[in-house]
């Protein structure tokens, strides 16, 4: 009975078999609806949510309170045409350990809400290719995929550490579609759609 009141990192809601070293739930593959996408701090708001998707390009605290309490909003998330799975941080200079818990909170996140009737869009972010080796377990191939390259072609280190994951990402996934928020690099191949977004979560400097 006492474990059941605690929130043990969500798994006394759902344990999935999970694929990969680290035991990654798995995102179904989706095929993209075209629509608007807005931010999840304005999800709440949005009156036409069955017109709209529903994107995590902004700062993690403003949806930490999804992983915390995700059963108070699968049902307004499920509104939504489409729902990308919340890109939690894996920023380079976070301890590897914090960037494999953000990979794996996005995917236990994107996993509960596809088994609740909502159409999820994988999010795919990596840091430096050493995030190769997990950094794409539990995507799916074939279909949509999204990706922000805000604040990652600043310099031409970080640009180079964002086309160096973009292909690995192409190679692994082979995305029928490519939902891009943020200034697509012309060296960028695939099948790209331009996403207009709010851009609260990557400051360019």
């Known amino acids: 009975m006492y474990r059941q009141c605690k929130n043990y990192e969500n798994l006394q809601k759902r344990m999935f078999d999970g694929v990969g070293e680290y035991n990654i739930p ?3 593959l989706t095929h993209y609806d075209p629509c608007e996408f807005i931010g999840f ?6 009156k036409n949510r069955n017109e709209k998707g529903v994107h995590f390009f902004i700062d993690d605290y ?9 059963d108070h909003y699968v049902d307004m998330l499920s509104q ?3 729902v990308m799975s919340p890109d939690f ?3 380079t200079d976070f301890p590897k350990a914090i960037q494999i818990y953000n990979h794996y909170r996005k995917h236990w996140v994107g996993a509960y809400l596809q088994e609740n009737g909502v159409n999820v869009i994988p999010t795919i972010s990596w840091s430096t290719p050493d995030s190769f080796e997990w950094c794409f377990d ?3 191939v074939g279909g949509v995929v999204a ?3 805000v604040g990652a072609a600043n310099s031409k280190a970080k640009k180079k550490l964002f086309l160096s994951g973009y292909n690995e990402m192409l190679a692994r996934l082979s995305p029928e579609v490519i939902l891009f928020m943020g200034k697509v690099p012309e ?3 695939g099948n790209i759609l331009h996403i207009d977004a709010f851009y609260d979560k990557f400051k360019e400097e």
Request: net charge negative; hydrophobic share 25%; charged share 25%.
């Open 62 to 70: 403003q949806f930490n309170r999804l992983w915390n309490d995700i």
């Open 80 to 82: 939504f045409k489409h």
């Open 147 to 149: 990706i922000s390259s």
């Open 41 to 46: 701090n304005y999800a709440k708001s949005e």
């Open 89 to 91: 941080s894996t920023y």
């Open 187 to 189: 060296e960028c191949e």
């Open 138 to 140: 539990g995507e799916p």
């Open 26 to 28: 798995q995102i179904e």
